[in-house]
């Protein structure tokens, strides 16, 4: 079996991490991903420092996983996801053709309708050209809300905050860059509640299993007692491959039953 392909996901902005404004990416890119076969592996929030971005852009560069960037690519003070990239990315920012006719064109618009100035040449105009600059050799991504561009470069996809315009943006780029990985990586799990156990009991047949099925990843997330209810443990295991995943399954219930727990059955998929 092929190594499979993690994706991430960075969300961008000291207005969530202050409490601002509440993430609405983390779940939503969860939801895209599945629908697709697909899964998270991370997830991380970052403030808008340039060089916290630029060393959390280098260490995603440099993991090979496929990432989702969401916020920092306006056009205010604040927005320093673009110049962090191209930091990381050792490359030189370039206005992108495309984009800057996409921002023109979205920009005349708006003219017609008294908003803007139709003369590209204002400050203000210039300013939204320039949420066409881009690492060099990066790609747009359309975005259907208001047509300004976000890009991708290197497995990555960098896309406004706003969940409007960023979840068309994301799923675009799934359904155009990695259609070939659509339902190749699906991830099923099996558990058990698990009582009259303690983890310290089972844990060494947790890693066993991970040692015997190489494919196959253990989970064990215990529970309190709760409004008069015992505690128990949702332990299991997960992976793609069905027959290493059932006879770890197995393996797992009968170590239950050997080392004095009781479960009750359920499936989690």
């Known amino acids: 079996?092929?190594?499979?392909?993690?994706f991430g996901l960075i969300v961008v902005g000291d207005e969530i991490l202050s409490g601002r404004r509440q993430d609405a990416h983390f779940s939503k890119v969860i939801e895209l991903l599945g629908?697709?076969?697909l899964q998270l592996s991370w997830a991380h929030f970052v403030p808008d420092d340039f060089?916290?971005?630029?060393?959390?852009?280098?260490?995603?560069?440099?993991?090979g996983d496929i990432v989702f960037s969401s916020g920092g690519i306006g056009s205010t003070p604040d927005d320093k996801t673009r110049d962090a990239v191209a930091h990381a990315l050792e490359l030189p920012l370039q206005l992108h053709p495309e984009a800057a006719e996409l921002i023109t064109q979205r920009t005349l618009?708006?003219?017609?309708?008294?908003?803007?100035?139709?003369?590209?040449?204002?400050?203000?105009?210039?300013?939204?050209?320039?949420?066409?600059?881009?690492?060099?050799?990066?790609?747009?991504?359309?975005n259907a809300y208001n047509q300004i561009p976000g890009f991708f470069i290197k497995d990555h996809t960098f896309v406004p905050g706003f969940?409007?315009?960023a979840w068309s943006m994301i799923e675009w780029v799934l359904d155009t860059h990695y259609a070939y990985l659509?339902?190749?990586?699906?991830?099923?799990?099996q558990s058990v509640f698990?009582?009259?156990?303690?983890?310290?009991?089972?844990?060494?047949?947790?890693?066993?299993?991970?040692n015997k099925w190489p494919s196959v990843k253990t989970f064990s997330?215990?529970?309190?007692?709760?409004?008069?209810?015992?505690?128990?443990?949702?332990?299991?295991?997960?992976?793609?491959?069905?027959?290493?995943?059932?006879?770890?399954?197995?393996?797992?219930k009968e170590a239950v039953l050997r080392l004095g727990g009781h479960f009750m059955d359920k499936l989690d998929n």
């Open 1 to 6: 079996m092929s190594q499979q392909r993690k």
């Open 35 to 37: 629908k697709r076969g």
């Open 51 to 63: 060089d916290t971005l630029v060393q959390e852009y280098q260490r995603s560069f440099a993991s």
């Open 109 to 142: 618009k708006m003219a017609e309708k008294g908003v803007y100035s139709s003369d590209m040449g204002t400050p203000e105009n210039q300013r939204r050209l320039a949420m066409g600059l881009f690492p060099q050799g990066a790609e747009i991504v359309p």
């Open 163 to 165: 969940p409007e315009m």
């Open 182 to 189: 659509h339902n190749t990586q699906i991830e099923q799990s």
């Open 194 to 210: 698990v009582y009259n156990l303690p983890e310290s009991r089972i844990t060494a047949t947790l890693e066993f299993i991970e």
């Open 221 to 252: 997330l215990p529970t309190v007692e709760r409004n008069g209810q015992p505690p128990y443990i949702d332990l299991g295991v997960k992976g793609a491959d069905q027959q290493a995943l059932q006879e770890a399954f197995d393996h797992l």
